[in-house]
Structures are given as structure tokens and as C-alpha cells.
């Protein structure tokens, strides 16, 4: 890389930890830190599951892209993405020009484990808005996931989450960083 950067972006499927690392990894570099469906909300008034249900996935994707277009100015931040953003091309391109893409890399199993009860990924439920059997969600991880991995293997970093505890993953993620970051 001939410039370094102080964005680091952070992606990896729903449940692989971007939320719960992110804002610690900031903290250790002495960053900013963005959760960007957060961002989305404040900005829609509004949850992600909302903006899906009343207009569409493609809708929240041009959203996620005019936001990431928006926060790219900012420098010292790390951005957690939503499992989905870097599979717009125009999104990925973006990001690994302005910035350190970060790859959390869980397996299908925890992605399960720590997503099963959770009802407020639209992703994760049936289109009429019924949760998921346990075969049916452990299936459409699977199948979301090797749809994304293409994207996901794109990144500077892959730091995988499974069986450790944060505050390691976090340490790991900053040695990795110290040589590609400002």
C-alpha cells in the first residue's frame, strides 16, 4: 500500500462482532468510532428493519452507499459496515481507496450460535416477517455467506472471531493495523 490511511473499515457477516470490536478497536487507536446502520437510523428516524420492510433492500444498499460516500472525508475513524455493503462494487471501491478494509471472519456455526434468537435481521427471516427454522437460518447463512466471501476476501486484513474472547481479537486487529494505518 503507498499511502497509509486513517479510515479502517470493518465487515464480516451480521454476528461476527464489527459492533462489539468496533468501538474498542477505536478506543485502542485512538479513533472515532461509526457503526453505519446506526448511522442509517438516526439519519432515516427509523430502524434498518423498517427501511427494509417499507422500501427495500436496494433502497437501504443506495443509502448505505451515499452515507459511505459522506464519511469517507472523515479521518482517525473506524466504520463498522453492514454485512451486505461491500457487495456493491461502487461500495468496496470506495472503501479500499479510502481506507483499511478489516475482515471478521466467523464460521456458518458462531454465526448461528450468536444470531439464532436474534429477530431484528430482515435478512434472517422470512419474507412475511416469521423467524427462520433452525435448518432453514443455519441454510441462509451458509448460502449469504459463500455469496460474500468474494467480497470479504478482498480485504487488507482477515482476523477470524471464532472461540476467542474481544478484547484478543481487538489486540490482534491493532497489531495488524500498526503498519497500514496513520
Not at 474498542?24 to 427501511?51: K, M, P, Q, W
Not at 482517525?76 to 481506507?99: D, F, M, P, W
Amino acid at each position: 500500500m503507498s499511502k497509509r490511511k486513517s479510515l479502517v473499515y470493518l465487515t464480516g457477516f451480521m454476528g461476527s462482532g464489527k459492533s462489539t470490536i468496533g468501538p474498542i478497536l477505536a478506543n485502542v487507536l485512538g479513533y472515532d468510532f461509526i457503526d453505519l446502520d446506526e448511522h442509517i437510523e438516526e439519519r432515516e428516524h427509523r430502524t434498518v428493519s423498517d427501511i427494509f420492510a417499507e422500501n427495500g433492500e436496494g433502497y437501504f444498499r443506495e443509502l448505505e452507499k451515499a452515507v459511505i460516500e459522506e464519511l469517507k472525508q472523515k479521518s482517525s475513524t473506524v466504520i463498522s459496515l453492514g454485512g451486505g455493503t461491500i457487495t456493491k462494487i461502487e461500495n468496496l471501491e470506495t472503501i479500499k481507496s479510502t481506507g483499511v478494509l478489516v475482515y471478521l471472519k466467523s464460521s456458518p456455526q458462531q454465526i448461528f450460535r450468536r444470531m439464532r434468537n436474534r429477530l431484528d435481521r430482515p435478512l434472517l427471516r422470512h419474507p412475511d416477517g416469521r423467524p427462520l427454522s433452525d435448518r432453514e437460518l443455519m441454510s441462509r447463512i451458509q448460502s449469504t455467506l459463500a455469496l460474500r466471501e468474494v467480497f470479504y476476501k478482498q480485504a487488507d486484513v482477515v482476523v477470524s472471531t471464532d472461540g476467542k474472547k474481544v478484547g484478543i481479537t481487538v489486540d490482534e486487529i491493532a497489531r495488524k493495523l500498526r503498519r497500514l494505518v496513520e
